[in-house]
């Protein structure tokens, strides 16, 4: 299996342009197993034995597109570091936490994270186009139940209205451009109408993972929910590609403000561009490092995490509080 881009937009062997371009082919397309793996890197399977047992735990998703943009050949690449499986991480992410947030402890109804007085989030689906090892909410990549996703969305609103100090609702998942468009438009649409609802928030990796999926037709959707924000999450300079750029400039296009959450570090080393040779800091163990990024926040910040006083314990990823108050 050859993946890659040529020029003019026509992608790796065999694969049309138009087919490289439509998400859904990206999508059906993406490499799930150790077999098309194994193949990816010409080796046997048998010498990826040792990510079975995490393959069992914690599937693999990779787009075509986003294998195109990594070296599968160095274990050192940043890109495939964020995507390929690392016997690791059955131990590594803060101590084989499956909840490393504690984010089930907030749930007033399956999937909707209430912890904060005025915000909470909406965790619309488990699926993702590409599964980052990073990711802190791999417990859910199994969790999916299309058949019931709207009578979860229901209920997710019916909470939001009962809420009034709810402001603003944050749309994650799993990615939430993966679920079906007239299902997104409509739970938009109902957390829209909700008067005390100000702001309104998609969290998405499909600019940098899928950039495909950002097309007219969602745009236009998407636009008539404003005022609406998009977070997504480049984390290397590489991931920066004529089609993801353009995927957020669609974005803006149509009046939605696009921010960037940058979930794991990267270290510079011997190489080329704005993130030379990047590195993730000690890979598997994605929890510690964001840990160490946050006590390196200047206390001010640190202590401006809302929290319900007398409710809510510190933040898990904080370090300990020196005077029982977790600031
Ligand atoms: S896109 Fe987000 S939710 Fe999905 S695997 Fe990556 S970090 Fe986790």
């Known amino acids: 299996m050859t993946l890659g881009k040529e020029t003019g937009g026509v992608s790796g062997k065999g694969i049309s342009g138009v087919d490289w371009n439509d998400w859904k082919w990206q999508f059906r397309n993406r490499i799930r197993s150790m077999r098309q793996l194994a193949s990816i890197q010409q080796r046997p399977v048998a010498s990826l034995a040792p990510c079975g047992p995490v393959l069992r735990t914690y599937p693999i998703a990779i787009t075509p597109y986003y294998m195109s943009l990594l070296d599968p050949a160095d274990e050192n690449d940043p890109l495939r570091r964020q995507c390929f ?39 619309v689906t488990g699926t993702c186009a590409v599964y980052c090892r990073h990711c802190n909410r791999k417990r859910m990549w199994r969790a999916d139940n299309p058949g019931r996703t709207r009578e979860r969305l229901q209920a997710m609103v019916d909470h939001v209205v009962r809420t009034p100090a709810l402001r603003e609702v944050i749309v994650s998942g799993g990615d939430p451009l993966l679920i079906s468009e007239p299902l997104l438009d409509w739970f938009l649409g109902a957390l829209r109408a909700i008067p005390h609802v100000e702001v309104l928030r998609i969290g998405s990796r499909a600019p940098v993972a899928l950039p495909m999926r950002i097309t007219p037709e969602l745009c236009a959707m998407l636009k008539r929910h ?32 696009v921010g960037n959450l940058l979930s794991v570090s990267m270290r510079s080393g011997p190489g080329n561009g704005p993130f030379p040779g990047g590195d993730m800091d000690r890979h598997g163990d994605h929890g510690a490092t964001l840990a160490e990024h946050l006590r390196a926040l200047p206390a001010p910040l640190r202590s401006g995490l809302p929290r319900r006083p007398g409710k809510d314990p510190p933040p898990a990823f904080l370090p300990p509080a020196r005077n029982g108050t977790g600031r």
């Open 85 to 123: 499986p690392d016997p690791r991480e059955l131990t590594f992410s803060m101590g084989g936490v499956p909840d490393p947030l504690a984010e089930e402890r907030d749930m007033p109804v399956p999937g909707l994270i209430h912890r904060y007085p005025d915000r909470c989030l909406a965790i």
């Open 226 to 257: 404003r005022p609406l924000w998009f977070n997504t999450q480049f984390n290397h300079a590489r991931e920066i590609t004529e089609e993801s750029a353009r995927a957020c400039e669609m974005l803006l296009e149509a009046g939605i403000p």
